[in-house]
């Protein structure tokens, strides 16, 4: 009797996906059986836990891979534990040779030390780039250093022509017929429990390789023509929405990138405007290989003597949606109800708690990557930064956005803000954005009452816009 041949592993990550995974594809090459596993590491082993809102997307990502891999002859296995340990002992038990992956930058170092681990144990271990568009240390100045400027990088990363050709999802997997015993997704405890904060989120999104693909049609069929200028407007459905797909690998930016191209009656200048949001997400990722503490630390260091303050009521206030200004309440309140806020208004709303409520920016972190589908460990870190002024190519601190304004300009007619702020919904264009400038027989027509149907601003804007500036000065 022939034995069968060691099997490998294929260890899943931020890439939940079976097309354009180099890691899979090396794997399958090999013609070995294939022990597809996904890990449950501990927090003190990963770069940062799970936010509440991945959790819930990981859960039915987890679910939508387990039954992609299933319909193609392969199993997916899930294990908690420390990586090196749990795939030491699943080699061990299985006599696997090799263990595949894909790149994890914002955990390179992490993943060295697992690599060692492994090939001490006699494990042989194999790396793939693929969650970017390139990788971070392809794209350098002329000195070969990392670009801190995203303008020069995204002129270098267009000098490298074209990304990667993608791959399609194999059409069968060579299973093994002695994988390890799995755990049950269901007790890991990924979705919320009474109350069900997340129940809205099924009728808004469907996490998975297929959704994410569905996505990025409807983006291009319905909203890429229009991009450049549309994707400003929150009450318009014109950004591709495609971040949380993204940020679990469950589609990849080469493949976003490959299917905008050759497009007829697309202007390719709405096509180049897309892109050029891939590439922010490529340096933002650049930066954060660069400089691993983006999350927690300034990047320029001067913003490290900012005297911030912390009033518990004004932070409560700003994750409830109720601050008084209605483009930011409307923008918190969606990221409540959706796990998601438009990228417009995630500047306004992170400008206001950073600059008028003069909350330390990693606060606002923190609270994004708890409630964010799509929180990322780069972008969300380098977006933070560039609005506190504190990071590369950032928004000068002295750019204090008007919540009044920018809700006048990008809103108009008030129609985001009175999906998300039902208590305005009856209150006319004039007055939607400052209904503290309302009169009183428009309020009282409008059924509001400020103070107890709709808030009264928290702070004064002008007031608290003086402020923030001396401050800044203070640190130069």
């Not at 939508?64 to 038990?93: C, F, I, Q, T, Y």
């Not at 997704?185 to 469907?206: G, Q, T």
Request: net charge negative; hydrophobic share 40%; charged share 25%.
């Amino acid at each position: 009797m022939s034995q069968s041949p060691s099997p490998v592993i294929l260890w899943f990550r931020r890439d939940l996906r079976l097309s354009d995974n180099a890691a899979l594809s090396a794997a399958v090459e090999t013609g070995a059986p294939l022990i597809a596993i996904f890990i449950r590491e501990p927090a003190p082993t990963t770069v940062m836990p799970l936010g509440a809102a991945q959790a819930w997307w990981l859960h039915h990502s987890l679910t939508a891979l387990a039954n992609d891999l299933k319909d193609r002859g392969a199993d997916l296995v899930l294990a908690s534990g420390r990586a090196e340990d749990v795939l030491a002992e699943v080699a061990k038990e299985t006599c696997a040779s090799t263990v595949y992956f894909n790149r994890c930058y914002e955990r390179d170092d992490i993943d060295r030390d697992i690599a060692r681990d492994l090939k001490r144990e006699g494990v042989a271990v194999e790396a793939f780039h693929g969650q970017l568009l390139q990788d971070p240390q392809v794209v350098r100045t002329g000195a070969g250093k990392p670009f801190r400027v995203f303008t020069p990088f995204w002129k270098a990363m267009q000098a490298l022509g074209e990304p990667r050709d993608t791959v399609e999802a194999p059409k069968t997997l060579p299973g093994f017929a002695f994988s390890p015993r799995s755990e049950r997704l269901e007790d890991w405890d990924l979705l919320p429990h009474r109350p069900n904060w997340a129940a809205s989120f099924e009728n808004i999104w469907h996490p998975g390789e297929a959704g994410a693909h569905e996505r990025l049609s409807d983006f291009i069929e319905n909203g890429l023509s229009d991009y450049r200028e549309g994707r400003d407007v929150p009450a318009r459905d014109v950004t591709s929405r495609l971040s949380p797909h993204l940020a679990h690998g469950e589609i990849t930016p080469a493949q976003a990138w490959h299917a905008t191209s050759g497009l007829a009656g697309v202007d390719p200048a709405q096509v180049t405007h897309f892109r050029r949001e891939l590439a922010w997400r490529d340096f933002s990722y650049n930066l954060l290989v660069t400089f691993p503490d983006l999350a927690t630390r300034n990047w320029n260091s001067s913003f490290d003597g900012f005297q911030w303050s912390f009033d518990r009521k004004h932070f409560r206030a700003w994750t409830k949606g109720l601050t008084g200004y209605p483009i930011v309440d409307a923008g918190m309140r969606q990221l409540w109800q959706e796990g998601y806020m438009h990228n417009r208004v995630r500047m306004i709303t992170a400008s206001f708690l950073i600059k008028d409520l003069m909350i330390d920016w990693r606060k606002g972190e923190d609270w994004y990557w708890d409630t964010l589908v799509d929180a990322d460990p780069a972008n969300n870190a380098a977006s933070w930064q560039w609005v506190a002024g504190s990071g590369a190519d950032a928004s000068p601190f002295f750019r204090i956005f008007n919540p009044i304004l920018q809700g006048e300009k990008f809103d108009p007619d008030g129609d985001y803000v009175r999906r998300y702020v039902p208590e305005l919904a009856k209150l006319n264009r004039k007055y939607v954005h400052r209904p503290f400038e309302a009169p009183e027989m428009v309020l009282q027509q409008a059924g509001i009452v400020l103070g107890q149907t709709y808030p009264k601003p928290i702070v004064d804007h002008a007031s608290a816009r003086d402020r923030a500036l001396a401050t800044y000065r203070s640190i130069g």
